[in-house]
Each structure stands twice: as structure tokens, then as C-alpha cells.
């Protein structure tokens, strides 16, 4: 079993910056990426941004220049560091991990709950 515990989120100001931060915990052989994704009201899930356990990583369009994504492979976190934010970043934040459970485990997406964050003046 995996846990996948988020924290960060809540409201800023256009402009302002926050910090998304993501734990991973359980039976975790290894991973393949993680990262975050993000739903507004109505709309999809889609990529924010997503890190290897290599250190390459992958970036939507619209936060490139913007956001910051960081691992750290020994503690199985990730954080997210989100300048510069618009109103149009609101939605809600969900934290995915790919992870093998053990060295002949097919890998699994495992997902947080989701954090809000809303961008408004």
C-alpha cells in the first residue's frame, strides 16, 4: 500500500507565489517519475509538471518560466514551486507518483487528494 500525502495550497493573490509540496509513503520500491497535475472546474486533468527520479523534467506550456518542480529521491518527496500566478492557474492540485512495489511489480499511478489553490484579488 501507498500513501500519497499533499500539503500547501490556499489563496494567493495574481502575482504571488506558493509552494505545493508532496510525500510519498509505504511499500515503494522505486520510482518512475512524480509530479503534479491539475483540474479547474469542468475541465480535465491535466500535466502541470513531472519529475524522473533522473532529475529530467517535463513542463505544461502555460507554467514554463513559472513553475519549479524539485525532488528528492531519498525521501520520496517533491515540491512544487509556483511564481508568478494567475488566475487562470486555480484549480485543484493533485500529487501522482509512478511506483513499482517491489523489483517485479508492474509500476502503478498512485494519486493525493488534492490541494485548492485559487488565484484572486
Known amino acids: 500500500q501507498v500513501h500519497i500525502e499533499e500539503s500547501g495550497g490556499g489563496l494567493v493573490q495574481p502575482g504571488g507565489s506558493l509552494v505545493l509540496s508532496c510525500a510519498a509513503s509505504?511499500?515503494?520500491?522505486?520510482?518512475?517519475?512524480m509530479g503534479w497535475y491539475r483540474q479547474a472546474r469542468g475541465r480535465q486533468r491535466d500535466l502541470v509538471a513531472r519529475?524522473?527520479?533522473?532529475?529530467?523534467?517535463t513542463y505544461a506550456a502555460s507554467v514554463k518560466g513559472r513553475f519549479t518542480i524539485s525532488g528528492d529521491n531519498a525521501r520520496n518527496t517533491v515540491a512544487l514551486q509556483m511564481n508568478s500566478l494567475k488566475p487562470e492557474d486555480t484549480a485543484v492540485y493533485y500529487c501522482n507518483a509512478v511506483i513499482r512495489g517491489s523489483s517485479d511489480a508492474r509500476p502503478r499511478n498512485y494519486w493525493g487528494q488534492g490541494t485548492q489553490v485559487t488565484v484572486s484579488s
Open positions: 509505504g511499500s515503494i520500491f522505486s520510482f518512475l517519475t
Open positions: 519529475i524522473t527520479t533522473g532529475g529530467s523534467t
